[in-house]
C-alpha cells in the first residue's frame, strides 16, 4: 500500500440537522479498524449548517473532521453532494471509506467509487483487519447462505455498511480532535431539483425493541390485521418476511431481512414464518426469538428461544384474548 493513503473515512450523514446513528456505528468500528492499524480515525462531514456537527463526530472517536459547509448542500443533490465528499477525499487522502448502507449512502457510494475508479463493497455486515494489515470486507452472497470475505486492491477502500450492525461508539466529551475546513470545486447546473418532500410512513423498524413479524404462513392480505390488533395490545412495530412486501401487502419499510431491515429488538415474535436464510439474516441478533408455526421442522426453530407448534389461525386470536383479558384486570 502507498504511503500517500492512511486514516480510516467515516462519511457523516446528516438529515435535518440531525445525524443518522449509522455514523456512530461506523464511527466504532473505525476507531477499532484504526488502533489495530495504528492510523486515525477520519470524518467528512458534509451539508448546509453542519459545521457544529465537527465536535460531536470527535467526542465520538474522530482524530480529524473534515467539513464542507456550503448551501449547495442544502438538498440532497447527489452531484453536489459527490462533489464534496470528492474533494474531502483528496485532501484527506484516506485508506479506507465508510458509508452506511442507507438510501442515501446507497446513492452516494457508487458515484463516489466509479469517480476515483475504486472498487466498492455493499452492504456489509463485518469489517476487520487481516495478518496482512488488509481491511477485510465481510457480506452476505448467494442471498445470505454464505459470507463473502474481500479484499480491494485499489485505494481508497470503499464500503457501505448495513445499520444496526456494529455497536455505536461510546461518547467521550473529554476527547479532543481537528476540524478543517474544505472548500468544494465550483459546480454549475447539476440537473436535480426537489419538487417537494413527500411524509413517507413514520416506520422506523431497525429501532424497535418489540417486533411483530408475519410470513407466508397468512393466507390472505386481511388477515394482517390480525397482526396489527397483536402489536397495538404488546405496543409492538409490525415486521414482515419479504414475500408480504413482494405481494404488495405491506410496505417495505416493515420488510426483515436479507433485502430488508437488519433488526436487533430486545423480543422478535417470527408469526407463520419458515425461517429462510434470507430472512434469519436480519434478525439472528435478537435478544429473545418466539416463533409459531405449525411446521414444528421448520428452520426457524433452530434459531427461536422458544418454539410454539401449531396454527396461527388459532394461536393469534386466543392470544389477543388472553392479552385483553389480563388488561382489563389491572387497575
Known amino acids: 500500500m502507498s504511503e500517500e493513503y492512511k486514516g480510516i473515512m467515516v462519511y457523516a450523514e446528516v438529515h435535518n440537522g440531525t445525524i443518522h446513528p449509522v455514523t456512530f456505528e461506523l464511527l466504532g468500528k ?64 484516506p485508506e ?62 470503499m464500503s457501505t455498511v448495513r445499520y444496526r450492525t456494529f455497536k455505536p461508539a461510546d461518547r467521550d466529551q473529554s476527547r479532543k480532535g481537528e476540524v478543517i475546513d474544505v472548500e468544494m470545486d465550483e459546480i454549475g447546473e447539476t440537473g436535480y431539483r426537489v419538487l417537494r418532500k413527500m411524509e413517507r410512513e413514520k416506520v422506523n423498524i431497525s429501532e424497535a425493541e418489540l417486533i411483530i413479524s408475519a410470513g407466508r404462513g397468512l393466507k390472505k392480505k386481511e388477515d394482517l390485521e390480525m397482526i396489527r390488533e397483536l402489536a397495538s395490545l404488546l405496543g409492538a412495530t409490525v415486521g414482515a418476511s419479504r414475500p408480504l412486501v413482494d405481494d404488495d401487502w405491506i410496505s417495505r419499510d416493515h420488510q426483515v431481512g436479507f433485502s430488508g431491515n437488519i433488526v436487533k429488538p430486545k423480543v422478535y415474535i417470527a408469526i407463520g414464518i419458515s425461517g429462510s436464510p434470507q430472512h434469519v439474516v436480519g434478525m439472528k441478533d435478537s435478544g429473545t426469538v418466539i416463533s409459531i408455526n405449525i411446521d414444528p421442522s421448520a428452520p426457524i426453530g433452530e434459531y427461536s428461544d422458544y418454539m410454539i407448534v401449531g396454527d396461527l389461525y388459532e394461536v393469534i386470536p386466543k392470544l389477543i384474548e388472553e392479552i385483553k383479558k389480563l388488561k382489563s384486570q389491572k387497575p
Open 30 to 93: 473505525a476507531r477499532e479498524l484504526a488502533n489495530k492499524k495504528g492510523t486515525k480515525v477520519l470524518a467528512a462531514l458534509a451539508g448546509y449548517g453542519v459545521k457544529e456537527k465537527a465536535q460531536e463526530l470527535i467526542y465520538r472517536g474522530a482524530d480529524i473532521v473534515y467539513v464542507t459547509d456550503s448551501e449547495k448542500l442544502k438538498t440532497l443533490d447527489v452531484v453536489a453532494h459527490k462533489s464534496a465528499l470528492l474533494k474531502i477525499i483528496e485532501k484527506a487522502k
Open 96 to 157: 479506507a471509506v465508510l458509508i452506511g448502507a442507507t438510501n442515501t449512502g446507497r446513492t452516494l457510494a457508487p458515484r463516489v467509487s466509479a469517480y476515483l475508479k475504486t472498487g466498492l463493497t455493499a452492504d456489509c455486515t463485518d469489517l476487520f483487519i487481516d495478518d496482512n494489515g488488509n481491511l477485510v470486507q465481510v457480506r452476505p452472497a448467494f442471498s445470505g447462505n454464505i459470507f463473502a470475505h474481500i479484499l480491494t486492491k485499489t485505494k481508497p477502500v
